[in-house]
């Protein structure tokens, strides 16, 4: 009932004002543990991003972003929500039927909708496995190839046909060899490319990058002879790290530079039908990643490396945490590159803002509004906040509970289990190599009662 109301509220306020028409587009890229040095813009040696590397160059590239958790389903539920991931009760990636992204949450779908967009959702969900609980209940009115878990049984077809969980529905009517990125940007372009008197609200959430890495075989090839040409036969290298981890230095895995190479040809592709439709004069694009780039596990080297960053996705250093994100909207938003520390939350409130739509602020809590800094202003509350972090969980990635807060130049990271407290200067030290805790107690005093207030404030 409060989503009805809400929802009618809305749609009277935007006939009254006669704006709706005049309100552009919204696409979201969300990108699967797309590691923030996995495109060449950002400083990738051996992936090859031309389109997204544009895109940054057209718009706003957030040099210091970060996802709201090292691993996926609490950082989806913190764009839905504009929420910290442990006010909705997920801070870990869900693998039960027990979690899921409660109803009464009004998502960012769902605020859209009530705006008098169409809205769309394409690929991975990842907040929950009941009928009731997908996004075509959270205020997406188009779905497709949501599936129930974090990854796709395969990305060739069938796409793990037949999996519980991993199958990839929806697609059946293609054929050996089709490629999952290929077929879910058809889909999109089909999507955007509709006739309708409402502006379009779309989140495109690929499964790429995630597991399993693989690739069309003429790119791996490319990418085998280009390791090759870099590297001669030399083996992987790699170095050690906490909890008898190792990851590797460099950039090298031909499969995953294969799948980068994909991944950026058909975001190419979704923004050359925008300007071909004469849209994407009127499309704002956000391109982000839900964590930082799979770097290794326990058992085995992950396929990405965030050097100069440590380690990767699951851990709270900042690997596991500093994602790629732009925000393009040609002719609106002048192309630069920004410092400011912005986190996932952020999104929802300079989404609504940017499209003229009424701010949500008992909903999106965590969020604040990035316009001004889009539009060349300076605010400093966003300046000036902290960010924070909190996995009270073990991870595959090796990964043991950890809570973390960055303000300033300073980083504090705080692992269960009574283990030593880290502090890191990121001005000095953004590879988190020293630890000088012992050197500055009262910098750590404070950061610890600031983190502890806040996970106080936000746990459930």
Same mark, same amino acid.
């Given at each position: 009932?409060?989503?009805?109301?809400?929802?009618?509220?809305?749609?009277?306020?935007?006939?009254?004002?006669?704006?709706?028409?005049?309100?552009?587009?919204?696409?979201?890229? /969300?990108?699967?543990?797309?590691? %923030?040095?996995?495109? #060449?813009?950002? +400083? =990738?040696? @051996? &992936?090859?991003?031309?389109?997204?590397?544009?895109?940054?160059?057209?718009?706003?590239?957030?040099?210091?972003?970060?996802?709201?958790?090292?691993?996926?389903?609490?950082?989806?539920?913190?764009?839905?929500?504009?929420?910290?991931?442990?006010?909705?009760?997920?801070?870990?990636?869900?693998?039960?039927?027990?979690?899921?992204?409660?109803?009464?949450?009004?998502?960012?779908?769902?605020?859209?909708?009530?705006?008098?967009?169409?809205?769309?959702?394409?690929?991975?969900?990842?907040?929950?496995?009941?009928?009731?609980?997908?996004?075509?209940?959270?205020? /997406?009115?188009?779905?497709?190839? %949501?599936?129930?878990? #974090?990854?796709? +049984? =395969?990305? @060739? &077809?069938?796409?793990?046909?037949?999996?519980?969980?991993?199958?990839?529905?929806?697609?059946?009517?293609?054929?050996?060899?089709?490629?999952?990125?290929?077929?879910?940007?058809?889909?999109?372009?089909?999507?955007?490319?509709?006739?309708?008197?409402?502006?379009?609200?779309?989140?495109?959430?690929?499964?790429?990058?995630?597991?399993?890495?693989?690739?069309?075989?003429?790119?791996?090839?490319?990418?085998?002879?280009?390791?090759?040409?870099?590297?001669?036969?030399?083996?992987?290298?790699?170095?050690?790290?906490?909890?008898?981890?190792?990851?590797?230095?460099?950039?090298?895995?031909?499969?995953?530079?294969?799948?980068?190479?994909?991944?950026?040809?058909?975001?190419?592709?979704?923004?050359?039908?925008?300007?071909?439709?004469?849209?994407?004069?009127?499309?704002?694009?956000?391109?982000?990643?839900?964590?930082?780039?799979?770097?290794?596990?326990?058992?085995?080297?992950?396929?990405?490396?965030?050097?100069?960053?440590?380690?990767?996705?699951?851990?709270?250093?900042?690997?596991?945490?500093?994602?790629?994100?732009?925000?393009?909207?040609?002719?609106?938003?002048?192309?630069?590159?920004?410092?400011?520390?912005?986190?996932?939350?952020?999104?929802?409130?300079?989404?609504?803002?940017?499209?003229?739509?009424?701010?949500?602020?008992?909903?999106?809590?965590?969020?604040?509004?990035?316009?001004?800094?889009?539009?060349?202003?300076?605010?400093?509350?966003?300046?000036?906040?902290?960010?924070?972090?909190?996995?009270?969980?073990?991870?595959?990635?090796?990964?043991?509970?950890?809570?973390?807060?960055?303000?300033?130049?300073?980083?504090?990271?705080?692992?269960?289990?009574?283990?030593?407290?880290?502090?890191?200067?990121?001005?000095?030290?953004?590879?988190?190599?020293?630890?000088?805790?012992?050197?500055?107690?009262?910098?750590?005093?404070?950061?610890?009662?600031?983190?502890?207030?806040?996970?106080?404030?936000?746990?459930?």
């Amino acid at each position: 009932m409060k989503k009805i109301i809400t929802a009618l509220i809305t749609s009277l306020s935007m006939a009254s004002t006669g704006m709706a028409a005049e309100r552009p587009n919204v696409l979201v890229f /969300f990108i699967d543990d797309l590691g %923030v040095k996995d495109i #060449g813009v950002n +400083g =990738s040696l @051996f &992936y090859e991003t031309p389109h997204i590397d544009a895109l940054a160059n057209s718009g706003v590239n957030f040099k210091n972003a970060y996802s709201s958790h090292p691993v996926c389903s609490p950082t989806r539920a913190s764009l839905m929500t504009g929420k910290a991931p442990q006010r909705v009760g997920i801070t870990q990636w869900i693998s039960g039927d027990k979690v899921s992204l409660d109803l009464s949450e009004v998502t960012i779908g769902e605020a859209f909708k009530e705006a008098g967009y169409r809205t769309g959702y394409i690929g991975k969900w990842h907040l929950g496995k009941a009928d009731a609980v997908q996004p075509r209940h959270q205020g /997406f009115e188009y779905t497709v190839a %949501v599936n129930r878990a #974090g990854q796709p +049984g =395969s990305y @060739f &077809y069938p796409f793990g046909s037949g999996k519980r969980l991993t199958g990839v529905p929806d697609l059946k009517d293609y054929k050996k060899g089709d490629y999952l990125t290929d077929v879910l940007t058809d889909k999109a372009i089909k999507y955007i490319s509709q006739k309708s008197d409402k502006p379009f609200f779309l989140c495109f959430s690929h499964y790429a990058v995630h597991t399993p890495i693989q690739a069309p075989e003429e790119l791996v090839k490319k990418y085998k002879r280009k390791r090759k040409e870099k590297f001669g036969d030399a083996d992987y290298q790699t170095v050690p790290d906490k909890y008898k981890t190792r990851m590797l230095t460099r950039q090298e895995n031909p499969v995953y530079a294969a799948m980068m190479e994909n991944l950026d040809t058909n975001v190419g592709r979704v923004l050359k039908a925008l300007k071909d439709s004469q849209m994407l004069a009127n499309t704002i694009v956000v391109f982000t990643s839900d964590n930082g780039g799979l770097t290794f596990h326990t058992r085995s080297i992950g396929p990405t490396s965030n050097v100069p960053y440590r380690s990767g996705k699951a851990w709270t250093y900042e690997g596991g945490v500093r994602v790629p994100t732009i925000i393009s909207w040609p002719g609106m938003i002048k192309p630069m590159k920004s410092d400011l520390r912005m986190i996932t939350t952020d999104f929802y409130p300079t989404l609504l803002e940017l499209c003229k739509i009424p701010l949500k602020p008992e909903q999106h809590l965590d969020g604040m509004s990035l316009k001004k800094i889009l539009h060349g202003e300076t605010n400093q509350a966003l300046e000036d906040r902290f960010l924070a972090w909190t996995y009270p969980h073990r991870h595959s990635g090796g990964h043991r509970p950890s809570h973390a807060i960055l303000l300033g130049d300073w980083k504090l990271i705080r692992f269960d289990n009574n283990e030593p407290t880290e502090l890191y200067n990121l001005a000095k030290d953004v590879g988190e190599q020293n630890n000088v805790a012992s050197k500055h107690p009262e910098t750590v005093n404070e950061l610890n009662s600031l983190l502890d207030k806040w996970l106080e404030e936000t746990r459930q």
